[in-house]
């Protein structure tokens, strides 16, 4: 998989293309037909924020817009990079590409639970996607990305309670091209992708695009024996493929046919350790060649340990139709229909312990790690103007079915590192509390300690396929909109939306645990005696000591001691109390979300709005084992089974106040918005040492200021764009029940920094007669914030900067253009998320960000 040599991807098989449109400065670029839509200042910049065609300075949201020209200056192929041109936006990934999650203002939902849904929605050519790590992919030919911040809703629907990330890909023209690109770059990139648009006659054309990128990881990997046999991970093997077929009948009707399809396999997602903790000598103790963690952290090495495979397949495709037609009635109000169907699917595979020691892992096999999603929208929606009032009304529907494999697999080192680790803890512990009494405890070979208390041969306890779950959720919602503007008089609007949704979700969850959890049974069976007599064989002397003094030393220490052991013994997925079981739950949600704005005109190039709005993100289910004290999911930890794992709806309340400017007669657009949030029931998804769990918080809000900035000079050419959010986004101050989560009240919000901005420039200039020159250099800067949904102070990361740079020159026409490009430039090594190493307390790692690439591009256009 790492090989990137042009025999495995001969370029021969690609299919040219450049990504050419509209440069961002409005800079005219060499077509067969002028184009007459280009802005020729940026006031006139139009985006769809409200689902319908609008000048960026009249709509009254925050919106950032990213033409297609600076997307392809930045190198921007996916959601992920894009954020570098977006103050108040990360993109993070954790176990595998397939968990992607984006944060607007600090608001996000980390994504390790498939169950829950995004606080930011995705949506891609009118369809919403129902993951963020679905929108996660080659997005090929981009006419433009919006960037929505705050609660989208009453548009857009329902977990869009952050924010929306709008993207609209180039459709067919009626003009033939082929447009055709190569790129190499280090760690052996090689990418090709190109497309074909021509007409198939007046009424009809079409558009197809193709990708293909190979590139080695960046990450370098000790397995330790394997049987892993890749010794880098993070890298690049996907391809893309997307057709358009547009028909136009009549002026009143066109009818756009999209399919795409794209397909990653690829090795994600390894951890580097950044916090050594005790446990380390254990697991070096039973790795080969004696180290299974690196044995003085350094994430500038980007050194991880894995013996077991990362390996990813991730599947993902669809088909839509969006039918416009003019009607003859309401002023010829305009009739949108968008029918989607989309599926994908996810088989990932994970080292558990990010350990070179075999402890536990779980394969890449559909039947045992399958993440699959199946998803038909329809949405119908009528928009018209009067002289007053710019209106629309609108039906939605989806059907989503969501299917969980999940599995567990024990590692021949999993019985003697947890009993290590157990036992040392115990045996000590002991100890020291015998001593005054003048007995002694034997702590040797620890690793035999839970043998001791299971009563079963050392080496037979835990082995094989520990967990084997399904879960197969379906979801229907429904929803009834409308957004309308009245036109006071010419200076004043007032918006008022309306959405009320109606969903239902049901979850079929079956349990099983193969291997029998033959441990565990026995420890429950009789925890005091099995705990018992397990510590009077460690007790030295025991068996002559009198028997009351026996049963009293037994009666002191068993009611505290055996809890504890058969929690380690009983940990969900060993645990046989989940066997066999299997529970169904089913949630309705009817919820109202909606807007009001008021904008005023002071002139032609001020304008003023205030605006509030209520959003709403529905609940669901936890799709994992959750088990606590009292088999509630509110419970601390504790081994009951949790047969309810829903969570309830998140909602929140968002004001604005906001200020749109332009000057130099539309070259230089100011906007600037004053914003505050409160959210109820925040998602919060938390790793509890052993499963990921949502937790409801009361209250979070997020309070600050947004300002953006847009310049066209009078040098031809050169443009300008930068924006800063600064963003004081906290946890209420709730106590919450879990004591992991003990830092979380009154403080700063992860994956939050208070600060961050970013800043482009790009310069085009002609060389000679025949020739162009063109340069972009950005760069996005964020203030520490923490990694970890639990706040740990382990996981800040301090403030950094990112700095991407592009240069190239070609023909004036286009015909070509080569690129000179690089990402990351100074090799910030910085933590996407960071994480408390599973079942290793005192140990934590972290998932890095990229590192500097470079590389070049030829594009070409015919």
Known sequence: MRSCDLQRHPLSTAVF??????????????????????????????????????????????????????????????????????????????????????????????????????????????????????????????????????????????????????VITRRPSYTQAVEGEVTVGNYGLVGVSGSYNDALNDNAAFRIYATKRARDGVDDVNTAGGPRRETDDGDQNYHSLRGQLLLEPSEALNINFIADYTSREENCCVTVTTHRGPTAAIIDALTPGGQGIIPVPDIDRRLSYANRTTEQDIKDKGVSMEVNWTSPWANEAVLTSITALRNWDAITSIDFDYSGADIMYRPPQEDVSLAALENFSQELRLTGSSDRVDWMVGLFYSDEDLARNDSYYMGAAYEPYLSTLVGTQVLGGLAQQLAPLGLTVNTANPATFLSQVSGRPFGTNYTGVGVLDRYEQNAKSAALFTNNTIHINDELDVTLGLRYTREKKTLQSDFSNPNGSLACGAALSNPAARVGGALAQRINGFASLPPGLQQQLLGQLVPVVAPQVAGFMCLPWANVQHNGRSTWQERTEKEWSGTVKVAYDFSDDVMGYVSAARGYKSGGFNLDRVQSSNGLSSGVGGITPVDDTSFPGEFVDSYELGLKTAWADGNLVFNTALFHQEYEDFQLNS????????????????????????????????????????????????????????????????????????????????????????????????????????????????????????????????????????????????????????????????????????????????
């Open 17 to 166: 293309a450049v990504l050419v449109s509209l440069t961002f400065s409005g800079t005219a670029l060499a077509q067969d037909a002028p184009p007459a839509e280009t802005p020729t200042t940026l006031s006139t910049i139009t985006v769809t924020a409200q689902k319908r065609e609008e000048a960026l300075q009249d709509v009254p949201i925050v919106v950032n817009v990213l033409p297609e020209q600076l997307l392809q200056d930045t190198g921007v192929r996916d959601i992920k990079d894009m954020q570098v041109l977006v103050p108040g936006l990360t993109v993070t990934s954790t176990q595998s590409a397939a968990q992607t999650t984006a944060r607007i203002r600090g608001i996000g939902t980390v994504g390790d639970n498939p169950g829950l849904e995004s606080s930011v929605g995705v949506v891609i050519d009118g369809v919403y996607r129902a993951r963020n790590s679905v929108g996660f992919g080659d997005l090929g030919e981009m006419e433009r990305i919006e960037v929505l911040k705050g609660p989208q809703g009453t548009v857009f629907g329902k977990n869009t309670s952050a924010g929306v990330i709008n």
């Open 687 to 862: 790793f509890l040492g052993t499963a990921f769990v949502v937790r409801s918080i009361p209250k979070v809000t997020s309070t600050g200021i947004e300002a953006e900035v847009l310049w066209q000079p009078t040098i031809e050419g050169l443009m300008v764009q930068g924006g800063v959010t600064y963003a004081d986004t906290k946890y209420g101050n709730d106590l919450l029940p879990d004591p992991e989560l003990v830092e979380l009240p009154g403080n700063q919000m992860s994956f939050a920094p208070k600060w961050s901005g970013n800043a482009s420039v790009t310069y085009e200039w002609d060389i000679g007669s025949n020739l162009l020159g063109r340069f972009n250099v950005g760069a996005k800067y964020m203030s520490e914030y923490n990694t970890g949904s639990d706040l740990d102070p382990q996981k800040l990361q301090d403030g950094y900067a990112l700095v991407n740079a592009r240069v190239g020159f070609g023909r004036q026409d286009q015909r070509w253009m080569l690129e000179f490009w690089g990402q990351n430039l100074t090799d910030e090594t910085y933590t996407q998320v960071g994480i408390d190493a599973p079942i290793q307390a005192g140990s934590w790692n972290a998932f890095l960000g990229a590192p500097r690439t470079y590389g070049m591009t030829l594009r070409m256009r015919y």
